[in-house]
């Protein structure tokens, strides 16, 4: 039940974030900027990234 819990809590707090567009716009540029470090962290898709500069 405390996962389910969790669940609820971040779905009722995007719901607020999402009705307000300025506290969704901080929201939208951490993402972006942790989910391209993700990327660039993971070794598969950093050979993918690098394999696809290369034949450029």
Known sequence: MPLLD????????????????????PVAVLSAYFGWRVVEFIPFTRRIIERRESGN
């Open 6 to 25: 969790m669940f609820v809590n971040s779905y009722a707090l995007l719901d607020e974030l999402r009705s307000s567009p300025i506290l969704l716009l």
